[in-house]
């Protein structure tokens, strides 16, 4: 097919900073102006195909997704922060007179993204061996990165699942998740970026001192790099016993698929974090659900008393229940199979019925298999520097739920995030300084979490907030909280305030950030230039 050619926009119709949507034939296309000059890109995030006119633009020529955070330059179309994988596709502009003119090959305009370019996958069995221990968002995003940077050595992904790595949020708000749909990328795709992948494999030891992991059949390998990615683990309750085959943990593809199949009038959710709250969402239509947990107000810890509470009632006008400040004494197991449970039984004496109970109690890094050759803090983690690598070793990179790294916009200070894009972005920065860029992580934290068809989202880091400011109605779910310490606003939460987060986002990252004093005095973060 010939090249379109279509005038799309006069030069005067964007100032800089500004972008909007035109079309080319039936399909829509990204107009950006940054520093005098127009690019032109696909319009749609390559992770859930967002709409990118409705995030925002930085003067650097940055564009970062309204809904979940990926962030791509409209110069070259490439990826710069996930969650997304690909990147966007560039489209030829030129200037006649006044007139923008925008150059397409029509296949390409059918298209969402492009995948990053690869360097040539080697052929010498005894190149240089990056492996990377853990098939999840850490592990497939560091070998993705270390092909996009140029890394010519080999790459080996060793995974204990058996499946290629998957979009590990679908499996608590989506019930139709399957393994195989759910696949960040085919194996053709890996194979062809060269990358090889071991599934149903695990590792028994991990010995940097001389560069060998051994996995549990007695298998040594040898490294030149290593990336540890291997995620965090369910944690279990004391009292809940682990034979019970009504009990189920959220991790993987197969819990998803026991705890959303069959008939299931009573569900018990331990835990009003998201991941028990996503569960209750999504099981509510055809279940009975009650939320135990031991907060007064759901995902209290991390967003505030008065939002969960906000939360709770979105809940509750859906049909579940909660038992709140309440604390797990046991099971009782059924009288006709003593491996199922029956009911669960509070401290209080309480007992609530349950053909299905699922535990939404957290996650733990799952180190213990390095105790023994690594320095693990209290909570399991490793400490990493900037660039992800392990502190006290020799190219060894810690990236994801495992990493307690520096973070960019807290003047170094060191924090754990378990967030799936946190793991993806911090194995791209594995990745790329393995190929021997000088990549520091300077990535803002950003999660989001679905409910009832509502999105809320957050960026940022604060445990340590001494107040919330509120913009917006609680009661109506069209809100902005700022989490604040002192005078410092140290994350932002929003629910149909779009795109307020990812403006935040890049605010944190640009140093911009209003103070506490101006959001209270009703400051609009969305006029802040950037």
């Not at 709140?324 to 609530?352: C, F, H």
Request: hydrophobic residues 40%; charged residues 20%.
């Amino acid at each position: 097919m010939s090249t379109l050619h279509t005038h799309v926009a006069n030069v005067d119709d964007l100032e800089d900073g500004q972008m909007t949507e035109v079309e080319i034939g039936n399909a829509k296309v990204l107009l950006s102006r940054v520093a005098g000059t127009y690019f032109a890109t696909s319009a749609l995030c390559t992770h859930y195909k967002a709409p990118l006119v409705k995030g925002v633009l930085s003067a650097d020529g940055r564009v970062t997704c309204p809904w979940h955070g990926s962030c791509f330059s409209v110069c070259t179309g490439d990826l710069e922060d996930t969650p997304g994988l690909d990147a966007l596709i560039r489209f030829k502009v030129t200037i006649d007179g006044e007139k923008v003119i925008v150059s397409a090959n029509p296949e390409d305009l059918d298209k969402v993204g492009r995948a990053p370019p690869v360097c040539a996958v080697p052929k010498d069995a005894n190149a240089p061996l990056a492996l990377i221990v853990g098939g999840g968002a850490g592990g497939i995003s560091a070998a993705e990165s270390m092909r996009e940077s140029g890394f010519t050595g080999r790459v080996l992904i060793v995974s204990s699942e058996p499946y290629l790595p998957i979009d590990r949020p679908k499996l608590s708000k989506d019930a139709t998740v399957d393994a195989s749909k759910a696949a960040l990328r085919s194996a053709d795709e890996l194979r062809q970026a060269g990358i090889d992948i071991r599934l149903s494999t695990t590792v028994q030891k991990v010995d940097p001192s001389t560069h060998t992991v051994t996995l549990t059949t007695g298998e040594v390998l040898n490294y030149a790099h290593l990336v540890l990615a291997v995620g965090g683990k369910p944690q279990r309750l004391p009292n809940i016993p682990e034979d019970m085959n009504n009990v189920f943990l959220l991790r993987s593809a197969e819990n998803a698929t026991a705890i959303y199949s069959g008939k299931k009038p009573q569900v018990v959710i331990i835990g009003s974090s998201f991941i028990g709250m996503e569960i209750a969402s999504v099981l509510s239509q055809q279940a009975n659900i009650t939320v135990v947990a031991i907060e007064k107000e759901p995902f209290q810890r991390v967003l505030g008393e008065r939002i969960g509470a906000a939360v709770r009632r979105l809940h509750e006008q859906n049909g579940v229940s909660f038992v709140m400040e309440a604390m797990v004494d046991g099971i009782l197991r059924s009288p006709t199979d003593a491996a199922s449970a029956a009911a669960i039984q509070l401290k209080s004496g309480q007992q609530l019925p349950a053909d299905v109970v699922v535990v939404g109690a957290g996650v733990r890094p799952a180190t213990e298999f390095l105790r023994d050759t690594f320095t693990l803090e209290k909570d399991g983690s490793l400490v990493v520097d900037a660039h992800m690598r392990v502190c006290g070793t020799d190219n060894v990179y810690a990236v994801g739920d495992i990493a307690t790294f520096p973070c960019c916009f807290k003047d170094g200070a060191p924090i754990r995030v378990e967030h799936w894009s946190v793991g993806l972005n911090t194995g791209r920065c594995a990745g790329k300084n393995i190929a021997g860029q000088d990549a520091p992580y300077k990535t803002v934290p950003y999660f989001w979490t679905a409910m009832f068809g509502k999105s809320l989202r957050y960026c940022g880091h604060s445990v340590d907030y001494d107040d919330v400011i509120i913009q917006g109605d609680l009661d109506a779910l069209a809100f902005a909280a700022f989490y604040v310490h002192g005078n410092q606003v140290q994350a932002v939460a929003s629910l149909n305030k779009d795109p307020t987060v990812s403006q935040a986002s890049e605010l944190f990252r640009l140093g911009r950030m209003p103070s506490a004093d101006k959001i209270r005095d009703g400051l609009d973060i969305l006029t802040v230039n950037l």
